[in-house]
């Protein structure tokens, strides 16, 4: 007997039939930006297709997406003012929390409408968390401020939030926060491993980061793939009901880690610098853009992740029907 592992690769029909991984677009988020003060979209430069939107704009762009069969939208908001403790976050008239309750009222339950829960788009310092004194970052007292913004974010209707601060015991703070005023329903995503990664750099752009300094005090070491799996485990422990991982690509092997031992369902981020980088790539002519965005999603759902937080949700869902 011969071994011939290329049978299996002989037409288009063996090949489908042949593949371990498929991506389906229910399975892809596409994180927003919604901008306060601003009547249309702006463009954001280190982001060549993506916006950060009006609230008009916004609306359009969620019911496009849920059109295209995208499960979900993750909404950051960019507000026109910023102070210490990030006020804006827990304000009912802050530009995230109008901007979800403005899409759940255009949306309903169609698509699952996420917020991202984390101070950082709100201080006027721009870290995730209130500061001590000492200019250092206050866990505890964080913990207070996120409890209040969970509150706010169900109180405008958000369907699931996304804890990105990385502060120990959020979730338990924040779980038990919605439980004690009757929003038990809406569910938590815990950005369980979520690494100072020099991939958000345009991402800082497009949320007009104030950050001076860096996260390092609270956001993992790149070089430490234990300590991922152990954060995620926790999370898992204090009620998240779904896990990330984030950035995606360059920590497969973290990600691997988080599916084979998580018992809630594992999701990845694949940030704005992944984006900007294909996007760069392709715009010189140096690769083929379908095809490494497409390459790039497949990899992530090898590698464990259920679902994907995307920029390219929208073209990618399309891209798959034609498939
Ligand atoms: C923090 C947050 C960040 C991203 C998502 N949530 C930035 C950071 O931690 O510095 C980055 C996402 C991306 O780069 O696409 N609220």
Redesign the pocket.
């Known amino acids: 007997m011969r071994v011939r592992p290329r049978r299996l690769r002989t037409t288009p029909a063996m090949r489908a039939l042949a593949s371990e991984t498929r991506v389906a677009a229910a399975q892809l988020v596409l994180?927003m930006f919604v901008r306060e003060g601003i009547r249309e979209a702006a463009p954001i430069g280190s982001m060549p297709g993506v916006v950060q939107h009006s609230l008009d704009s916004l609306r359009r762009a969620v019911v496009e997406a849920a059109e295209a069969g995208v499960g979900g939208v993750m909404l950051?908001g960019v507000p026109e003012e910023k102070d210490a403790i990030g006020s804006g976050a827990t304000d009912p008239d802050g530009i995230l929390n109008v901007a979800t309750r403005a899409v759940v009222e255009e949306v309903g339950d169609a698509i699952v409408v996420q917020t991202?829960l984390?101070l950082?788009?709100f201080t006027d310092h721009g870290h995730?968390g209130v500061l001590a004194a000492d200019g250092s970052i206050d866990n505890d007292a964080t913990l207070e401020r996120y409890r209040d913004m969970g509150i706010a974010q169900a109180a405008s209707g958000s369907h699931l939030l996304g804890l990105?601060?990385m502060m120990d015991g959020q979730v338990a703070a924040v779980r038990d926060a919605l439980d004690a005023n009757d929003f038990d329903r809406v569910a938590i995503l815990g950005?369980a491993a979520?690494y100072a990664s020099a991939?958000?750099?345009?991402?800082?752009e497009?949320?007009d980061?104030s950050?001076v300094g860096d996260?390092r005090s609270y956001?993992l070491d790149p070089a430490n793939r234990r300590e991922g799996l152990r954060e995620a485990l926790l999370d898992i422990d204090e009620g998240a009901d779904v896990v990330m991982v984030?950035?995606a690509g360059t920590y497969l092997d973290v990600l691997a880690d988080v599916a084979a031992a998580s018992t809630v369902p594992v999701w990845a981020?694949q940030?704005?610098?992944e984006?900007a980088m294909i996007e760069a790539a392709a715009a010189n002519g140096w690769i083929d853009r379908r095809r490494s965005v497409l390459e790039s999603l497949t990899s992530i759902a090898r590698a464990g992740a259920d679902v994907t937080l995307t920029?390219w949700a929208v073209e990618a869902a399309e891209w798959l029907r034609e498939r």
């Open positions: 994180p950051f991202d984390c950082d788009e995730c990105s601060g950005y979520k991939f958000y750099g345009p991402f800082r497009a949320v980061s950050l996260r956001q984030k950035p981020y940030v704005s610098g984006y920029y």
